[in-house]
């Protein structure tokens, strides 16, 4: 049986032919899954080592146990990602062992901010990406030994562990569809509201906008002229072979038209966009 990890880095390759204009994206998100599940699996071999399994999902993460994964995953990064976040890793990497925690603990602590957030305490916005991505298989590992997830069908932030979502899925349901959003860090799934703003709680249709492109039907941009966010949504009543996290990055055009318009992405995604 394939794991959610295969599942993505199969869906993303077989896309990276088919939209073109996102092909440079998906195969950095090839390589970074790849990347993301290795540490999954080291977790899951020696977890005692990792974290503090007796507490809550949040203060569970012990970061100087992870000193060594986080500095081969910069290095392991400098290879495949963008110049950018290539340079960023190499910069951090640099840093001690001290800045690595705090980074890693500010970000693991405070997981409702947003990623390019000017406010934040420490690091530049490539650096916080680089934390992110790599607590994300930690973040996934502690979800998936939950036994018992809160239900609440209009919260804006992961009922798990409190993170902000960063994509929205419809699935089927009766002659319909129903919503819900995935978490951008530990990428658990709960059921949302069709007509609601997940930044700022707007409700009123009048508001609420999606649009989509003719390239990639499958997927659409809710926009909020309230609070002037957007993010995206994929439906898989049109694409059931369609992995969320994986189909958003591959809709570039949707992002384009969005920042044209003026709206800003509520959560950045895996490849910085």
């Known amino acids: 049986m394939k794991s959610s990890w295969d599942e993505r880095i199969e869906r993303a390759t077989q896309l990276i032919s088919v939209y073109p204009f996102a092909a440079e994206a998906l195969r950095f998100l090839v390589q970074l899954t790849m990347l993301q599940q290795e540490l999954y699996l080291e977790f899951q071999l020696d977890p005692n080592h990792f ?10 993460l012990n970061p100087p146990a992870l000193q060594g994964q986080f500095s081969s995953f ?7 990602a963008p ?4 340079q960023a890793a190499g910069d951090l990497a640099q840093k001690d062992s001290a800045s690595w925690f705090r980074l890693i603990e500010e970000s693991w602590l405070s997981p409702t901010a947003r990623v390019d957030d000017d406010d934040a305490q420490h690091g ?3 650096e916080r990406c680089l934390v992110w991505l790599f607590l994300q298989p930690c973040a996934e590992y502690l979800a998936a030994r939950q036994n018992q997830v809160p239900a609440n ?7 798990l562990c409190g993170a902000k979502p960063i994509v929205g899925v419809l699935r089927p349901e009766g002659d319909g569809a129903k919503k819900s959003l995935v978490c951008m860090l530990c990428a658990y799934e709960w059921p949302f509201r069709r007509i609601y703003c997940p ?15 003719p390239e990639i039907p499958h997927v659409r941009v809710d926009v909020c002229d309230t609070c002037y966010t957007y ?9 059931g072979m369609a992995i969320p996290i994986v ?26 966009i």
């Open 247 to 272: 189909d958003e990055v591959a809709a570039l055009p949707l992002d384009l038209w969005a920042r044209d318009k003026g709206y800003r992405k509520l959560q950045m995604n895996v490849v910085g």
């Open 83 to 86: 110049p950018e976040l290539a």
């Open 74 to 80: 910069l290095a392991s990064v400098r290879q495949i």
């Open 124 to 126: 530049t916005e490539a």
């Open 231 to 239: 993010l995206k949504t994929v439906d898989l009543t049109k694409t």
């Open 199 to 213: 930044s700022c709680g707007e409700e009123r249709d009048t508001k609420m906008a999606f649009y989509s492109a």
């Open 51 to 60: 974290f503090d399994l007796d507490g809550s999902l949040f203060g569970q």
């Open 153 to 159: 069908g209009s919260t804006t932030r992961c009922p």
